[in-house]
């Protein structure tokens, strides 16, 4: 007989397969396809144990890769909100805030507090490692998008400054990172990345 935490773990593994369907607007390398939020979580996961040495402030990495790896679980009731999506941000807020009390619920008590605490620290984006969290979730898909030749930006007539509102706390949580964008964010102004 299964106890009932490990039923209850094994749900919530099986609920957050659904991960792997929720699509973004970012585009993966080599294939003509959007990225899912598994891989887009994955990837962001990784680049925090990478990159945590550019963040401005100490940061705790097993933390910060944890928040990045729960934060967008709640998409599988909510969806992804494209970043640009006026109308859709006015909603957002509600629907991930639904959707974190029924997924994390799944969860035995104990994981679900913590799981709902380092999704909802994400959210606030008050602590050094939300914060670092938060510019390596921009710094992502702007890197694909940059590196793909700014075809989402192409498709949703994006503007440089939206991109460059978008990311204003990068230069600040991250100085190396924040030049990083600045010189990739010229080079695809230069090849008329952005709508004008």
């Not at 294939?31 to 979580?41: I, L, P, T, V």
């Not at 990045?68 to 599988?76: G, N, Q």
């Not at 909100?81 to 957002?92: F, I």
């Not at 700014?150 to 994006?158: C, D, F, L, M």
Request: include cysteine; charged fraction near 35%.
């Amino acid at each position: 007989m299964i106890n009932e935490r490990l039923q209850k773990q094994m749900k919530f593994m099986v609920e957050i397969d659904k991960m792997k369907n929720i699509y973004r607007q970012t585009y993966v390398l080599g294939e003509n396809r959007k990225e899912n939020d598994a891989e887009h979580s994955w990837h962001i996961a990784i680049m925090a144990f990478m990159l945590a040495e550019y963040s401005a402030e100490p940061v705790d990495v097993l933390k910060t890769m944890k928040m990045l790896l729960i934060h967008d679980i709640v998409e599988i009731d909510a969806g992804d909100t494209y970043c640009y999506d006026s109308d859709g941000y006015k909603t957002k807020a509600d629907r991930e805030e639904k959707a974190a009390q029924r997924i994390f619920g799944l969860l035995p008590d104990d994981q679900q507090k913590e799981f709902y605490s380092l999704w909802r620290e994400f959210e606030d984006g008050n602590t050094n490692e939300a914060k670092f969290a938060a510019v390596l979730d921009r710094l992502q898909p702007l890197t694909l998008n940059y590196t793909k030749d700014g075809i989402s930006w192409k498709e949703h007539e994006v503007h440089r400054e939206q991109v460059e509102k978008r990311n204003l706390t990068t230069a600040e949580t991250a100085p190396e990172l924040g030049e990083l964008l600045n010189a990739m964010l010229d080079d695809a102004d230069s090849k008329g990345f952005f709508i004008k």
